[in-house]
């Protein structure tokens, strides 16, 4: 009797530690793949930042006058292309776990990318100025987000821009 209750024991023990390592080893997987994920949605952005024309300003200073009215000029550019690095910025915002290490600077790049909308749209002759002060703003949080995994690209916001194709 006593054999048989052994050998129930070490089954039943058997079966749960069987299935205590397919569930970690799952989880693992799982927590692997995500980090994965997680990381390609993090790179999209930097290499669409590192891509942006309006985030290299060889000349940060005051202009005389902007014309705000040309959809085709520059300032009205300029300010398109911060709203597109903003939304892009949020998408991937939104793809990553809110306890992810990622989740803080993706949050101050939009913020960032939000005061250079206001500041222009309040004071365009500065825009310049405030595209260059956006552009250093972004560096410090890709920076901070390729300190934290070496996996990411080792480019900068605007650094592309200008790159042979």
């Keep these: 009797m006593d054999g048989i209750l052994v050998q129930i024991l070490i089954t039943a023990f058997g079966t749960f530690l069987g299935a ?10 799982r927590s692997r793949d995500e980090q994965r ?33 040309d959809w085709n000029g520059d300032y009205a550019r300029a300010g398109r292309s911060v709203g597109m690095m903003r939304d892009e910025i949020l998408r991937a915002s939104a793809l990553v776990t809110p306890s992810s290490k990622c989740s803080g600077p993706l949050q101050r790049m939009v913020m960032s990318c939000n005061l250079y909308m206001e500041k222009s749209a309040n ?14 703003a972004l560096t410090v949080d890709v920076q901070r987000l390729q300190a934290a995994n070496p996996r990411l690209s080792d480019v900068l916001p605007g650094a592309a821009a200008f790159a042979a194709a």
């Excluded at 205590?20 to 693992?28: I, N």
């Excluded at 990381?39 to 590192?50: A, E, G, M, P, Q």
């Excluded at 004071?123 to 250093?136: A, G, K």
């Design 37 to 69: 994920n997680e990381d390609s949605i993090v790179n999209s952005v930097i290499i669409f930042l590192s891509a942006r024309r309006a985030l290299v300003v060889s000349d940060p200073r005051i202009l005389q006058s902007v014309d705000t009215a």
């Design 20 to 29: 205590a390592l397919a569930l970690m080893s799952a989880s693992w997987f």
């Design 123 to 136: 004071r365009p002759v500065n825009y310049w100025i405030d595209l260059n002060e956006l552009r250093l």
